[in-house]
């Protein structure tokens, strides 16, 4: 079975400062990981994902994610907040068992100004 | 280019009516997913197709419930005699590969539905 645990409701910071939304997953065999994102009353936007290779991925503006084999975390994250930044993001795993995706609950980020 | 799209990005409809919920894929993608998203329960799979294959149903919560997709693009989600718990955010996916694992799943807007 594949799952995904989002620990946190709400993420608050303030603008300028670090933004990290933690994830953890748990999967039978290798994780694909992804990173979504939701606007208010608008779908899922792709941000990055892990297949293989390099722990440190980048993608979509201006965020990152780490991915940690030992920790079973993919910690999604960015140096400088935006307040454009708040929104609703979602972690999710599938492993080489599964075509769909298993989403956590999402964390709700809010950027201070 | 054209992402997924959806239709209607709303509908509201009464207790024990029956809907249709339309999704247009990304061209080319031979992968399309249904989700859906509601307070409770957060983001749940639905239904998958792939190609010509048979569909993985394995999320549909009821037999109310039921999806077609019709010359590998187009896919419609019924469900008929809806239920208040039937509310939710209907989102549809759709990738590129048939060995889909790797591969990324876009999105569509949604079809938000409110059952009276």
């Known amino acids: 079975a594949q799952s995904v645990a989002q620990p946190e409701d709400q993420v608050n910071v303030a603008e300028g400062n670090p933004l990290t939304v933690k994830c953890t997953y748990s999967?039978?065999?290798?994780?694909?990981l992804f990173w979504y994102v939701q606007y208010p009353n608008r779908g899922l936007q792709f941000l990055l994902k892990y297949i293989t290779g390099d722990n440190l991925v980048k993608g979509s503006y201006g965020f990152e994610a780490e991915f940690n084999k030992s920790q079973t975390s993919f910690h999604l994250k960015k140096p400088s907040a935006l307040v454009s930044d708040s929104a609703l993001y979602f972690c999710?795993?599938?492993?080489?068992?599964?075509?769909?995706?298993?989403f956590g609950k999402g964390n709700q980020v809010v950027v201070i100004p | 280019g054209a992402g997924v799209s959806q239709s209607p990005s709303n509908k509201v409809t009464e207790k024990g009516k029956d809907v249709e919920l339309r999704c247009d894929p990304i061209?080319?993608?031979?992968?399309l997913y249904w989700y859906r998203q509601s307070l409770g329960q957060g983001l749940e799979f639905l239904i998958y197709?792939?190609?010509?294959?048979?569909?993985?149903k394995s999320g549909l919560p009821s037999d109310r419930f039921s999806a077609e997709r019709t010359g590998g693009s187009v896919s419609t989600l019924t469900i008929q005699r809806t239920q208040q718990e039937d509310s939710a955010v209907y989102l549809c996916a759709s990738s590129r590969r048939t060995s889909g694992r790797r591969e990324t799943q876009y999105f569509g807007p949604g079809t938000r539905l409110l059952v009276l």
């Open positions: 061209s080319g993608h031979t992968a």
């Open positions: 999710a795993v599938r492993d080489e068992g599964n075509n769909r995706l298993a």
């Open positions: 999967v039978s065999g290798n994780p694909y």
């Open positions: 197709f792939q190609g010509n294959s048979a569909p993985d």
